[in-house]
């Protein structure tokens, strides 16, 4: 198995991104932290995903504090089927990969997963997780790799943005959102 920590800090709002990657043979697993204020909003987020060792999700906790309390989310995937806090959620079923909102790591579970050439896109739809709110919903994304290191997200709602990886397709710079330390 082998360990690695990344952090960054957040251009689009007060905050910090920690994230220790663990990849072995059998899975994947990702326990990270965001620290962050915006406006009069203060939250602590730590998240938890499991992966297998294709970098699809199985499993993924992921528990904000703020001024209101504490708030758990839960969500299991398998074969396109998932289950938010142990219930059947039909609304994610499809959805290939997990997404935190303003989170510069997990477009790494995309890159990692799909392994495109330079110049290829694919679609993927993803299981959307915003917080603090922990709400959670499909979202359709696309990606693209520009160059060996440089990648393309887009989707409808919140627009196209470039990021740069390094060699373990781990964000470097988000344009507009975080930047690696």
Sequence with gaps: MTASAYFWGRLDL???????????????????YEICADGGERWATHFWVSLDAGWRHRR???????ESGVRVLELE???????RDGRHDPTLDGCTDL???GNPFTNAFVTRRVGLDVGAEVEVLAAYVETPALSVRPLVQRYEHTAPDRWVYADDVY???EFGTDAAGVAVDYEGLAERR
């Design 14 to 32: 007060e905050g910090s991104v920690f994230v220790r990657l663990d990849v072995g043979a059998a899975g994947v697993t990702a326990d990270g």
């Design 60 to 66: 993924s906790t992921v528990r904000v504090i703020d």
């Design 77 to 83: 995937s398998s074969d396109g089927v998932w289950k």
């Design 99 to 101: 997404d935190l909102a």
């Design 159 to 161: 627009g196209r943005f």
